[in-house]
């Protein structure tokens, strides 16, 4: 199964607070991109709130972003065209909003793949420093659980790995999109072959 990442394209990148002439540039380009596109979607939306200057991304980088519900938050115009011709088109176009170094999305699945609710939730490196704490303490209030921030990293290239004792359930992106496509396989040649 191909996916295509069409990895935050809204005005605030573009032509907004943090835009550039060089994002600005690669605009028509993604266009084609996602209209010559058969197959999967993801569409990642940065988000952020009216506190965004108090929370830790913001002492980071102290300039207001896609404050959801703005105009700097939407996609741009072009951009969200052809992912809604798309959507018609190719097998789905699933939004991804993510926010504050970390997204609510990430806190969602760690809750729902969490089957203790006391695992310790293993990072990559990368993913560990930018989104880990707020991952995991966010699921930790919304989700009632006692999730733990391990110490260790792993090489994968997103999401993340449960580890109870010698338990591991690997949530890893990669690994998620595999068991998807087995998944969505066997609904493909049903409808094909019905």
């Given at each position: 199964?191909k996916?295509?990442?069409?990895?935050?394209?809204?005005?605030?990148?573009?032509?907004?607070?943090?835009?550039?002439?060089?994002?600005?540039?690669?605009?028509?380009g993604?266009?084609?991109?996602?209209?010559?596109?058969?197959?999967?979607v993801?569409?990642t939306?940065d988000?952020?709130?009216?506190?965004?200057?108090?929370?830790?991304?913001?002492?980071?980088?102290?300039?207001?972003?896609?404050?959801?519900?703005?105009?700097?938050?939407?996609?741009e115009?072009?951009?969200?065209?052809?992912?809604?011709?798309?959507?018609?088109?190719?097998?789905?176009?699933?939004?991804?909003?993510?926010a504050?170094?970390?997204s609510?999305?990430?806190?969602?699945?760690?809750?729902?793949?969490?089957?203790?609710?006391?695992?310790e939730v293993?990072?990559?490196?990368?993913?560990?420093?930018?989104?880990?704490?707020?991952?995991?303490?966010?699921?930790?209030?919304?989700?009632?659980?006692?999730?733990?921030?391990?110490?260790?990293?792993?090489?994968?290239?997103?999401?993340?790995?449960?580890?109870?004792?010698?338990?591991?359930?690997?949530?890893?992106?990669?690994?998620?999109?595999?068991?998807?496509?087995?998944?969505?396989?066997?609904?493909?040649?049903?409808?094909?072959?019905?």
């Open positions: 199964m996916v295509l990442v069409v990895v935050d394209m809204q005005n605030d990148f573009i032509n907004g607070s943090l835009g550039t002439p060089e994002a600005a540039a690669i605009v028509p993604v266009v084609e991109k996602i209209r010559s596109w058969e197959g999967l993801y569409a939306q988000t952020h709130f009216p506190n965004y200057l108090e929370t830790q991304e913001g002492q980071i980088l102290p300039v207001p972003h896609c404050i959801q519900g703005t105009e700097g938050w939407r996609i115009p072009s951009v969200r065209a052809a992912l809604t011709e798309g959507a018609g088109r190719n097998e789905s176009v699933l939004y991804v909003t993510k504050t170094f970390g609510h999305d990430l806190a969602e699945l760690l809750v729902r793949a969490s089957s203790t609710g006391k695992e293993i990072f990559s490196e990368a993913d560990r420093r930018k989104v880990g704490k707020a991952a995991v303490e966010k699921a930790n209030q919304e989700g009632g659980k006692n999730l733990t921030l391990s110490g260790e990293t792993r090489s994968i290239p997103g999401g993340f790995i449960l580890r109870s004792g010698s338990v591991e359930v690997n949530c890893a992106f990669d690994t998620l999109v595999r068991l998807q496509k087995a998944e969505t396989a066997g609904d493909v040649v049903k409808k094909l072959f019905a």
